[in-house]
């Protein structure tokens, strides 16, 4: 992708990030399904690290390797033209050099934009020291900075995650995490594990930039997180997850009553045919 494409998307995505509506991102995990979402009119798509380890036959959780990673993001963001950004999952190692590194090759992979989590999942303690976190996504900020684009890091915090309940104490971590992520250089945050609406409200008022929120099935609506003041959803693995397990149903049905009722509804081939051709 040439620079000044790039710089396009760039400019574009961060400022979808301004409203006034709220950023919708799908998140896909292959350039098959990277296409099907930028054609249903979405400004911009995103890229899921849990869909793209299962579709590689990895588990979930910093197991796939940051150039696999990478040659799958560049794949999707040259089939679409809308801007795309990548869930890089923690940055590919703890240091701070690690993440600028990790930002410098979604970049070159074609992504303006780039998820960046503070935990380690593999740990027996999974959050990093919040000043180490707040170091990595400096490192990060320079690295964007250096490419020249107003690349968006989403500076992801798993305080909701890795702990039980919903305690004052979460709130404030999070809230501090969050605010000190923006002081870096992230331009949004993410806060996965919450849909209680009382709480993304207080998570809305108290963070100082745009808010993501993980959407699910008993999450509020679209209209109803606009009208909270959150500036954008996603929805990470899950339609990854839906689409693998309509594979375990069709295998079921196979080996079981040797039916094909799975592939009612299915695209056909001259449909996809078409829609892939370039």
Request: hydrophobic share 45%; proline share 5%.
């Amino acid at each position: 992708m040439n620079t000044t494409t790039l710089l396009a998307k760039a400019e574009a995505f961060a400022a979808l990030h301004e409203g006034p509506d709220i950023l919708v991102l799908p998140n896909c995990w292959d350039a098959g399904s990277a296409k099907i979402l930028a054609d249903a009119g979405f400004p911009a798509i995103a890229t899921t690290s849990a869909g793209v380890a299962f579709a590689h036959g990895y588990a979930d959780g910093h197991v796939i390797s940051r150039e696999e990673m990478c040659a799958e993001v560049a794949r999707c963001a040259a089939i679409v033209g809308v801007p795309l950004t990548a869930d890089m999952e923690a940055g590919y190692g703890a240091a701070p050099q690690d993440v600028a590194e990790t930002i410098r090759q979604v970049i070159a992979a074609g992504a303006v934009g780039a998820n960046i989590e503070d935990a380690i999942a593999t740990e027996a303690e999974p959050m990093l020291d919040m000043s180490l976190a707040v170091g990595r996504i400096r490192a990060g900020r320079e690295a964007a900075d250096a490419a020249g684009i107003p690349f968006v890091i989403n500076a992801r915090t798993d305080v909701y995650l890795y702990n039980k309940g919903a305690t004052p104490a979460m709130f404030d971590e999070a809230v501090a995490r969050a605010n000190a992520y923006y002081a870096a250089g992230a331009r949004c945050v993410y806060v996965p594990g919450v849909a209680d609406p009382d709480l993304i409200q207080r998570l809305t008022n108290a963070i100082d930039g745009p808010l993501n929120i993980l959407a699910g099935p008993t999450s509020p609506s679209t209209a109803e997180l606009q009208a909270m003041g959150v500036a954008r959803v996603s929805i990470g693995g899950s339609l990854a997850r839906a689409c693998l397990k309509l594979v375990e149903n069709a295998a079921a049905e196979l080996r079981g009553p040797g039916t094909y009722g799975y592939a009612e509804g299915a695209f056909s081939n001259d449909a996809l045919n078409r829609r892939f051709t370039v």
